[in-house]
């Protein structure tokens, strides 16, 4: 089964910064572009970043709220993604899931997320 | 960007039929995905392709629609139901998602 596990979320202050971690299992990760999606407190949900494949030169993309302070990147060796947030703001305080995309575009697969708060 | 927009909230009877409402400010082809939520949890995917049942979703669930318009219908609603839908759009960039509707039993 696919599995989708979240780390290194936590509390931070402003203008700090972050790396959170998504762990993949259950499919053949190297074949699959990867996205973080967001949501904030009581909100609805916010695409965030997305890598694509070797094959498609690991191309990024970026929402343009986080363009500039956030870097999505990925290791295929050990089926990992991640995301690197800088100069965070209190904007930026969500629960951050990594996601896997199938044909068409839907997300079909969703980790259990893990929760970035940023406070001073 | 192309908005998604979902009426805030419904509530119904369990047995009862329910359709939530999806409109896009942009034609999305039949792009359109819908996503189910309960608190505390992950989204679940329920439909894609504007019409399509994802594996293991229950038939209670449908979808349809094509363009701008989408309805994702529930019929019978059960208490289990409780939770917020989203649409979500992958036919422009960036992929969107719906403000969720949030569906509550009576």
């Known amino acids: 089964a696919v599995q989708l596990v979240e780390s290194g979320g936590g509390l931070v202050q402003p203008k700090e910064s972050l790396k959170i971690s998504c762990a993949a299992s259950?499919?053949?990760?190297?074949?699959?572009?990867m996205y973080w999606v967001r949501q904030a407190p009581g909100k609805g949900l916010e695409w965030v970043a997305r890598?694509?494949?070797?094959?498609?030169?690991?191309?990024?993309y970026y929402a343009d709220s986080v363009k500039g302070r956030f870097t999505i990147s990925r290791d295929d060796s050990k089926s990992m993604v991640y995301l690197q947030m800088d100069n965070l703001t209190t904007e930026d305080t969500a629960m951050y899931y990594c996601?896997?995309?199938?044909?068409?575009?839907?997300?079909?697969?969703w980790g259990q997320g893990t929760l970035v708060t940023v406070s001073s | 960007d192309t908005v998604l927009t979902q009426s805030p909230a419904l509530a119904v009877s369990p047995g009862e039929r329910v359709t939530i409402s999806c409109r896009a400010s942009?034609?999305?082809?039949?792009?359109m995905h819908w996503y189910q939520q309960k608190p505390g949890q992950q989204p679940k995917l329920l439909i894609y392709?504007?019409?399509s049942l994802e594996s293991g979703v229950p038939a209670r669930f449908s979808g349809s629609g094509s363009g701008t318009d989408f309805t994702l219908t529930i019929d019978p609603v059960e208490p289990n139901d409780t939770a917020t839908y989203f649409c979500?759009?992958?036919?422009?960039?960036?992929?969107?998602f719906g403000g969720g509707t949030k569906l509550e039993l009576k």
């Open positions: 996601t896997a995309i199938a044909a068409m575009g839907r997300f079909a697969y």
């Open positions: 259950g499919f053949t990760f190297s074949n699959a572009a």
């Open positions: 890598i694509r494949t070797k094959p498609n030169n690991y191309a990024t």
């Open positions: 942009e034609s999305v082809s039949t792009r």
């Open positions: 392709g504007a019409s």
């Open positions: 979500q759009q992958s036919w422009n960039d960036p992929w969107t």
